[in-house]
């Protein structure tokens, strides 16, 4: 289920992802480790997801989140990956990055074209700045799991 698990709470070290490309689509994407995917709860859907994140002890952003079949393992495993709704002036490989996934917006698609593509990923992103203004929604940014010291792994604490 997609809903069943949320707010899902996780921190882990942001790896480098198998370069589908995505920060050439203007859309760079924070992978998650292997380890860290494994904790997640095994059922929880694929698909598209939005939420909040903040990298070491940063400021707290929206994001929007993909959990999809990882083409490295041959879609056995699933990535996730998050694309932080903030412009960052560098790269932040090996930094702790921690979120919290507030709400689902819908499962993964195939598209037909690259530019179909891309205008979903924008409209994810819009979804995910009107979800998250929502004061239900709102008052997660502000949570202490945001406080915790950084390089403590809680995963759904
Ligand atoms: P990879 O295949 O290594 O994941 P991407 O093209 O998806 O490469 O780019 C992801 C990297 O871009 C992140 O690991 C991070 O260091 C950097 N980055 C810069 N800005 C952002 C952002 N707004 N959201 C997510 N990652 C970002
Ligand atoms: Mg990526």
Request: charged share 25%; net charge negative; aromatic share 12%.
């Amino acid at each position: 289920g997609a809903m069943r698990h949320l707010p899902y709470f996780c921190r882990g070290e942001v790896v480098k992802g198998f370069g589908r490309g995505s920060k050439e689509l203007g859309i760079p994407t924070a992978n998650f480790s292997e380890q860290v995917v494994e904790s997640f709860p095994p059922d929880i859907s694929t698909g598209i997801y939005y939420g909040w994140a903040c990298v070491g002890n940063g400021d707290v952003h929206k994001m929007v989140l993909s959990i999809g079949w990882n083409p490295f393992y041959k879609n056995i495993k699933k990535s996730v990956e998050t694309h932080i709704i903030h412009t960052f002036k560098e790269d932040f490989y090996g930094e702790i990055l921690s979120i919290v996934i507030v709400g689902y917006i819908r499962p993964e698609k195939n598209f037909d074209s690259l530019d179909a593509l891309i205008s979903a990923i924008q409209e994810d992103i819009e979804e995910a700045k009107r979800q998250l203004d929502l004061p239900e929604h709102l008052k997660l940014k502000e949570d202490n799991f945001f406080h915790l010291p950084e390089g403590k792994i809680v995963n759904n604490h």
